[in-house]
Each structure stands twice: as C-alpha cells, then as structure tokens.
C-alpha cells in the first residue's frame, strides 16, 4: 500500500504542482479543494495519466467542522497520513489603514487557524508512521515584511513560530515538521499583477525571475523524502535570492 500524502489547495498553483510531484515520489495524493471542484478533478486525471494515484477531497477551510469531517474522512480508510502539506492560503492586499475586517478574517482564518488545525488533526495519524513529515508553505513576506500586505505576512510569520514548537513537540516521534517560504511565483494569485509590477518585483529577485509552482514543488518532495531525515524545524526560501 502507498502512504498517503494530503496536500490541502491541491486544485491549483504550488499546491497542484506539489500534488504531481508527491504523486511522482510515490505516494497515494488526497487532493483537497475548497471551491474548484473540476480544477481538483483535473489534477487527479492528469496524476493517473502520468501512472500515479490520487482522489480529491472536498474542505471549507474557513469551517472548523468541515476540517475535523475531512480528518475523520481521512482516518476511516485506515490507510493512514504520511505527509501533510498545509499549502492552501489566500491573499488579499490593501494598506493596513484599508484593511477590511472581513478580509483579516478570511486570511487569518485559511492561512493560520486552518493550518494549525490541520496540523492537529494531523499528528495524530502523522506519528503512527515511520519518518513522516510536515510542511507548511508561508511566504518570504512573513520573513521580511511588504508593504500593503502586513495582515497577510502575520499570518505567514505566525506560521514559522508555530511550525518551530511543533517541529520540538514532534521530534522525539519522529514527525518533522518544516516551512517553505516561497517568492514571488506565478499562479493565480499573482496572475493580477500589473507589468510594472512585476518588473518592480524582478528588481528585487537576485536571479532576475519568478518562480514558478514546480521550483516549490521540488522542495516540498525533498522535505517529504528521507532524504531530508535530519531536517526539522527550518524554513527554506524559495524566492530566487529575495531574502538572504
Ligand atoms: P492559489 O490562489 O493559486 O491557490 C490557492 C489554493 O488554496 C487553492 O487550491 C484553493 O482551493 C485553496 N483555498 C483557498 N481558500 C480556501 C478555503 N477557504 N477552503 C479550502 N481551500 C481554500 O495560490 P498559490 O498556489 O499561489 O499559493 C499557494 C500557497 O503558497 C498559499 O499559501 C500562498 O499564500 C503561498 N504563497 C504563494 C506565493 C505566490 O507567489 N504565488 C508566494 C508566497 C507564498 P479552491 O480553489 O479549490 O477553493
């Protein structure tokens, strides 16, 4: 039996792409979505065309309820959880002066509680395993800061402290629990970007262009594999050189 990797945002961008190439690593890749129901659909297809297994599983990560029903889902094939990837986010940009209290809400609500509770819901199933392993995708913006996104980069930079409590409350079980914090990449949710800003972008990335979905993806596989064995509790950029 493959084990099993739950990818949550699996329907589309960097969690679609980490969806391929958990799938390519060898495991059994639940696809969660929230909304995308084809786009979910689309990247299970495209895994078992390529000779993978995967099925989507539907969550509203803004309902608490909703994600303890996807865990019970999850424990009732008694087929375990080897690898959690907390990969979904949103991101809604405005001055803090701007900030609506509804869109707090939505980010903290997805990018943070979400995540911790996924984590929660997680470990149990997570220590039963040999060698799993934990991945929470933030973003450099939680590591430096950017203006006109300070309620989102709160809840990224929440995500490091709480990944490296975790990582020392899991050790000694042998889950590890790590964060990627990925640049600029191109997916939908900086397909808005105007040109000029994206050249204002380029001239803050050392290696002189975005990212792109697969260059996250990679990193992910190495932190799910046992390649990455003495790894835990660390924060790997991904950003082309933006944060040093
Ligand atoms: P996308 O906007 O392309 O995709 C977001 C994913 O999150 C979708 O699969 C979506 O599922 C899921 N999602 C959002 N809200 C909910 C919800 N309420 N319930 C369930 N699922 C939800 O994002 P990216 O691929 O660009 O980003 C992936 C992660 O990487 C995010 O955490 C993001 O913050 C982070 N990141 C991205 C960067 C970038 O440049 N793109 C840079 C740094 C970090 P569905 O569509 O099915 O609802």
């Given at each position: 039996?493959?084990?099993q990797?739950?990818?949550t945002?699996?329907?589309?961008?960097?969690?679609?792409?980490?969806?391929?190439q958990?799938?390519?690593?060898?495991?059994?890749v639940?696809?969660?979505y929230?909304?995308?129901?084809t786009?979910?659909?689309?990247?299970?297809?495209?895994?078992?065309h390529?000779?993978?297994?995967?099925?989507s599983?539907q969550?509203?990560l803004?309902?608490?309820?909703?994600?303890i029903?996807?865990?019970?889902?999850i424990?009732?094939?008694?087929?375990?959880l080897?690898?959690?990837?907390?990969n979904?986010?949103v991101?809604?940009?405005?001055?803090?002066?701007?900030?609506?209290?509804?869109d707090?809400?939505a980010?903290?609500?997805?990018n943070t509680?979400?995540?911790?509770l996924?984590?929660r819901a997680?470990?149990?199933?997570?220590?039963?395993?040999?060698g799993?392993s934990?991945i929470?995708i933030?973003?450099?913006?939680?590591?430096?800061?950017s203006?006109?996104q300070?309620?989102?980069?709160?809840?990224?930079?929440?995500?490091?402290?709480?990944?490296?409590?975790?990582a020392?409350e899991?050790?000694?079980?042998?889950v590890?629990?790590?964060?990627?914090t990925p640049g600029?990449?191109?997916?939908?949710?900086?397909?808005g970007?105007?040109?000029a800003?994206?050249?204002a972008i380029?001239?803050?990335?050392?290696?002189?262009?975005?990212?792109t979905?697969?260059?996250?993806?990679?990193?992910?596989?190495?932190l799910?594999?046992?390649?990455?064995r003495y790894?835990?509790?660390?924060?790997?950029?991904?950003n082309?050189?933006?944060?040093?």
């Amino acid at each position: 039996m493959k084990p099993q990797a739950l990818i949550t945002g699996g329907s589309r961008g960097i969690g679609a792409a980490i969806c391929d190439q958990l799938a390519a690593d060898g495991f059994h890749v639940l696809v969660h979505y929230g909304h995308n129901e084809t786009a979910a659909a689309q990247v299970v297809e495209r895994i078992q065309h390529a000779g993978g297994t995967a099925e989507s599983m539907q969550c509203d990560l803004l309902q608490s309820d909703a994600i303890i029903d996807l865990f019970a889902r999850i424990t009732a094939t008694k087929k375990g959880l080897k690898v959690l990837v907390n990969n979904a986010g949103v991101n809604i940009d405005a001055l803090l002066m701007r900030m609506q209290d509804k869109d707090l809400d939505a980010m903290w609500t997805v990018n943070t509680k979400a995540a911790i509770l996924c984590a929660r819901a997680a470990s149990r199933l997570l220590m039963k395993e040999n060698g799993s392993s934990m991945i929470q995708i933030a973003s450099v913006v939680g590591e430096c800061g950017s203006a006109g996104q300070s309620a989102y980069a709160a809840t990224k930079a929440a995500l490091i402290g709480f990944s490296k409590s975790l990582a020392r409350e899991l050790a000694s079980r042998q889950v590890r629990v790590n964060v990627v914090t990925p640049g600029y990449i191109m997916t939908d949710m900086t397909g808005g970007l105007t040109e000029a800003q994206k050249e204002a972008i380029l001239r803050t990335v050392p290696l002189g262009f975005l990212g792109t979905p697969r260059d996250v993806a990679s990193v992910v596989g190495f932190l799910a594999s046992s390649s990455s064995r003495y790894i835990t509790g660390q924060v790997l950029g991904v950003n082309g050189g933006m944060y040093m």
